[in-house]
């Protein structure tokens, strides 16, 4: 005795369907849309030393401390950093960028790496700088403040 087997499928089954399709879909794409988006932080320590031979020897004195300002890319998409300078509290005073960011010219960050700036710590008043901030090439700007750690001696 065979039994005939009847699957029904209404307009209303369709839609419910094509609804949880689609928001599941859009879900999706709103997902990687922020896991691959631009994200650039910056690491700012202060009171380091530069020591090697060579070219770093002509570029940095070796009795004086550094400010190093770490731009790192953790997006998917790469990023060309063009410069890295900072911000002042007061308004009044002018901000700054660092030399140590023409030297190489634009630097571009795929994902996962990371570049270092370096900036003489007597020649900047850090008391009077409210952030440091790396531009990229179509000028938008990631902001990163000095973490403060004790002096070697």
Request: overall charge positive.
């Amino acid at each position: 005795m065979e039994f005939p087997i009847t699957i029904l499928v209404t307009a209303g089954t369709v839609a419910w369907y094509a609804a949880l399709i689609s928001t599941a879909l859009l879900i999706v794409k709103v997902l990687e849309y922020y896991r691959e988006r631009t994200k650039v932080v910056l690491k700012c320590k202060g009171n380091y030393r530069v020591y090697g031979e060579g070219l770093y020897e002509k570029l940095y004195e070796k009795d004086k401390d550094y400010v190093v300002i770490t731009v790192i890319n953790k997006g998917k998409r790469p990023v060309t950093i063009q410069n890295v300078g900072f911000s002042q509290r007061n308004r009044n005073d002018k901000e700054g960028i660092l030399a140590d960011s023409f030297k190489e010219g634009p630097r571009e960050l795929s994902e996962g790496k990371s570049t270092d700036y370096l900036v003489q710590q007597d020649l900047i008043d850090l008391e009077k700088i409210k952030y440091f901030v790396a531009y990229d090439q179509t000028g938008r700007q990631y902001k990163g403040k000095l973490k403060r750690q004790k002096k070697n001696i």
